[in-house]
Every structure is written in structure tokens, then in C-alpha cells.
Nanobody
Framework: EVQLVESGGGLVQPGGSLRLSCAVS????????ISWVRQAPGKGLKWVST????????YFEDSVKSRFTISTDNAKTPLYLQMNSLKPEDKTVYYC????????????????WGQGTQVTVSS
């Protein structure tokens, strides 16, 4: 049974920082990736960042790559998304999601999802 639980969301001023966390259990890290995905108003879900469990390589969507970082503890859980220089357009619900390597070639690869955590960026 795979479980992903997000936390760390809240209210922050523009230019401020938040660190989200994702506790993961029951997931095969040796052949998987864990990503952060956020809800885009009127456009559904949008990919934000990914870390590969095997190589620890990280990837970011263009609008956040200079501001966000992703990392894990030694046990690969929790997974962290450090968000700096936050903008009002970053305000939305953030989800962590897991996918097997073999699923990355399909359009919607993520089979495992957390409940989401709300991030609000406002002065």
C-alpha cells in the first residue's frame, strides 16, 4: 500500500519562502521518481519538479527552476520542496506524486498521489 502525505503549506508574503514535505511509504524508490505537481487554475494539474530515486537527479519546470529546490533525507522520506522567492501566481494546491520509471513514457505516468497542501502567497 503506497501512501503519500503532504504538509508544510500555508500563508507567505510575496518574495518569501516555504518548505513543503511529502512523507512516502510503501513505494519502490529503486525504480521510481517522486514529483511535485500543482493545480493550475483553469488548466488542471501542472508538473513542477521531479527527483529520480536511483540517481538523485532533479528537474524543474521553467517558471520555478531558479527558485525551487527538491531534496530528500537519507531514507528518501520525507521529500522536500524548498520554495524561495514566491510569487502570487505560485498560490495553489501542491501535490506529491509517484511514478515507476517504466511509466514515464506515457502522458499521465503518476499512479500514486497525496492529498495536497495549500500554498497561499499574499501580502
Amino acid at each position: 500500500e503506497v501512501q503519500l502525505v503532504e504538509s508544510g503549506g500555508g500563508l507567505v508574503q510575496p518574495g518569501g519562502s516555504l518548505r513543503l514535505s511529502c512523507a512516502v511509504s510503501g513505494f519502490s524508490f529503486s525504480s521510481s521518481v517522486i514529483s511535485w505537481v500543482r493545480q493550475a487554475p483553469g488548466k488542471g494539474l501542472k508538473w513542477v519538479s521531479t527527483i529520480y530515486s536511483h540517481s538523485s537527479n532533479t528537474y524543474f519546470e521553467d517558471s520555478v527552476k531558479s527558485r525551487f529546490t527538491i531534496s530528500t533525507d537519507n531514507a528518501k522520506t520525507p521529500l522536500y520542496l524548498q520554495m524561495n522567492s514566491l510569487k502570487p501566481e505560485d498560490k495553489t494546491v501542491y501535490y506529491c506524486a509517484g511514478a515507476e520509471y517504466s511509466r514515464l513514457q506515457v502522458e499521465d505516468p503518476y499512479d500514486y498521489w497525496g492529498q495536497g497542501t495549500q500554498v497561499t502567497v499574499s501580502s
